[in-house]
């Protein structure tokens, strides 16, 4: 039963991805236009990016006593981005909770725990960045978004707190004979726990915070490559400030990979950026194009080493 249904996910998979490329053709035209070059360097970048964020869950597992391989680690931040780009609300984090309930016997709800713990960091580093980005534009330019300055403030704020101050075990406790709110209670209180695991083991928080870190800078280049490619010259201050905007569009990913939700938060920021509307949608094109045919190959590679691996332990 088992085999007859990885047989029908893979080909759930593959046929979403034939559906999505033949109904977005325009998305992939402007990789026609690009050097070769610096396409294949994108595309060595997104994947080195996507190892990361699988050792990251490695790192993070840790932290409950569980341990993965990293070609595992690896799988699953795959199968994670596949449904971000595909689903809408982040459908990703669907697909890796029921993988670690599944596989690695984790419930829902510690799952939900290890994907706080990477927004928080996420949040907590674009915060730091653009905070910096922002006040040294100000100060080089006199272009400034005081709106901007608020929300990422307040970010850095919250995100500090959550690093700082442990929450009581049960944060929620239950009252009534309410068996939905029992059970919302009973996760709530098993996410903090997690959440407290994590910060508590100082050694694996500074890991994950220098491997979110490292993403971040991932991310940068890849951005700075997908500008060259459209013969745009960005200040690196400016760039990072974009790097992290994009980054904010996870708080309301409303869409299949944010799909027009990043766009408009760059759109109404393009000037204090220093960029036109033009080129945020040029780039958005040029990312959608490579981070498609990215996921696409890793997905089909890491099936055929999976089977491999599988008719490998049965003989």
Known sequence: MKKYLSLLLTITFISIFIIYFSKNSEVFSPLLQTSPSILLMIFLLRILM????????????????????????????????????????????????????????????????????????????????????????????????????????????????????????????????????GKLSSIINNVVKGWNFIICNKRILLKLLLLTILNFFIVSLITYLEFKTIKVSIPTMNLLLYVCLSSSSLLISLTPGSIGIKESVLLVFASIIGITNNHVLQIALIDRGVLFFVLLILYCLTKIITKSNQERNSN
Do not use: D, Q
């Open 50 to 181: 996507l190892f990361v964020t699988g050792i990251f869950l490695k790192v993070a597992l840790v932290a409950f006593s569980k341990h993965i391989t990293i070609f595992e680690s690896f799988k699953i931040s795959i199968l994670s981005s596949v449904g971000n780009y595909f689903m809408p609300f982040r459908g990703g984090t669907g697909i890796r909770a029921v993988y670690f309930k599944e596989k690695l016997k984790i419930s829902y709800s510690y799952s939900i725990s290890s994907l706080s713990g990477s927004y928080v960091l996420i949040f907590f580093t674009n915060s730091v960045i653009a905070l910096l980005s922002l006040t040294i534009i100000h100060i080089r330019t006199n272009v400034y978004s005081i709106s901007l300055y608020i929300f990422f403030l307040v970010i850095f704020i919250i995100t500090l707190l959550l690093f700082l101050y442990k929450f009581p075990e049960e944060i929620f406790r239950k009252k009534g004979k309410s068996k939905v709110l």
